[in-house]
């Protein structure tokens, strides 16, 4: 018997998105993002996490989807993408978190070449849930490029901090 896969899903614009439950630590309603100054655009800016200092992406931006207007309700995704040789925990915007879901390996299929605005590098596969098609994204690949940005927004943030 095949062991099903825990996802949660989430939307960015009109697009769902999911990722495997295992890498998600909590979801949080509409944060109060501090801005750092000098830091690339998909870097919203900075939440405190449990005490912790957390960078936080612009997953709209990231995706090349329109950004955020300021008074949109948003939601934030505490991501943690450790691994045994480092410790990297991150939040990400979602416009909705929708379910949490269950499925059998076999219904991922593989993303197909459309020529769509974002990085399919990113995503491991698609799933159909009833109407809609959810992209299951790689998430630690999606994080992994600007893993030096964040870690240098974090010792911006700290100097600011200690100042």
Do not use: C, W
Not at 110 to 136: H, K, L, T, W
Request: hydrophobic letters at 45%.
């Amino acid at each position: 018997m095949k062991t099903k896969q825990t996802l949660l899903t989430f939307l960015l614009g009109q697009e769902y998105f999911a990722v495997h439950v295992t890498k998600v630590l909590e979801v949080l309603e509409k944060q109060n993002i501090t801005k750092v100054p000098q830091t690339p655009a998909h870097i919203l800016g900075i939440i405190n996490f449990r005490g912790e200092i957390l960078p936080v992406i612009d997953t709209r931006q990231k995706f090349n989807l329109p950004a955020f207007e300021e008074d949109d309700k948003h939601f934030v995704i505490v991501f943690d993408l450790s691994t045994d040789s480092h410790k990297l925990i991150v939040a990400a915007t979602a416009d909705a978190v929708k379910d949490v879901i269950e499925i059998l390996p076999d219904e991922i299929k593989p993303v197909p070449e459309m020529g769509i605005g974002y990085d399919v590098r990113y995503i491991s596969g698609v799933v159909r849930q009833n109407a809609d098609f959810i992209m299951i994204l790689d998430i630690d690949k999606v994080f992994a490029l600007s893993e030096a940005e964040i870690v240098e927004v974090l010792a911006t943030a700290e100097e600011s901090q200690s100042e």
